[in-house]
């Protein structure tokens, strides 16, 4: 049994409903630019996952400055219960890898298991190929590296959200 089979989120997370019944977005490596897209941010509900308060408050800032409703949370056990609560539909998740308790590598492993269709961002100050490759095979949608700006921060807030818009346009064609 691998520690992520042990985990005690995954457990309690397994027996809820799954509220993020939508088709897992296609998301690309590279992000498109925020400029060239309209504002699909609007709306949205985010939650970010970060020990680092002040990288917390800016991401809050930054996102709900173009529309999104923010759920700042300050570890990954915190983000857990506010998902599990299923009081909010979230559209997106941005966690940051390196938290103490409980690793992003295992909320984005938990959260992946439990909600699949549910898009990760993940962030990190100590990014490695190795890793990223991990954070892709967990089901991450994007990885960005620290420090990051606000351009490829909502580039890549931007592009999940399009993707997702894309493939449930192209599911409704379909039908």
Not at 37 to 47: F, G, R, V, Y
Not at 59 to 86: C, F, H, I, N, Y
Request: net charge negative; aromatic share 8%.
């Amino acid at each position: 049994m691998g520690f992520h089979d042990a985990n005690p989120f995954v457990f309690r997370a397994e027996i809820a409903a799954n509220p993020y019944s939508r088709t897992a977005p296609a998301f690309g490596t590279a992000p498109a630019s925020a400029g060239n897209m309209d504002n699909s941010i609007a709306d949205k509900n985010i939650l970010i996952a970060d020990d680092d308060e002040r990288l917390l408050r800016a991401l809050d800032k930054v996102l709900t400055s173009e529309g999104a409703r923010v759920t700042p949370t300050k570890w990954a056990g915190d983000a857990v219960d506010v998902l599990m609560r299923q009081e909010t539909k979230f559209d997106l998740v941005i966690a940051d890898l390196q938290m103490p308790f409980v690793t992003g590598l295992t909320l984005l492993s938990s959260i992946h298991r439990i909600f699949p269709a549910l898009p990760v961002i993940v962030l990190t100050a100590f990014g490695s190929p190795i890793l990223e490759a991990e954070c892709f095979r967990e089901g991450a949608t994007a990885f960005l590296e620290k420090p990051l700006d606000t351009a490829q921060l909502l580039g890549a807030v931007n592009a999940v959200f399009a993707s997702s818009n894309a493939n449930q346009q192209g599911m409704a064609i379909c039908r």
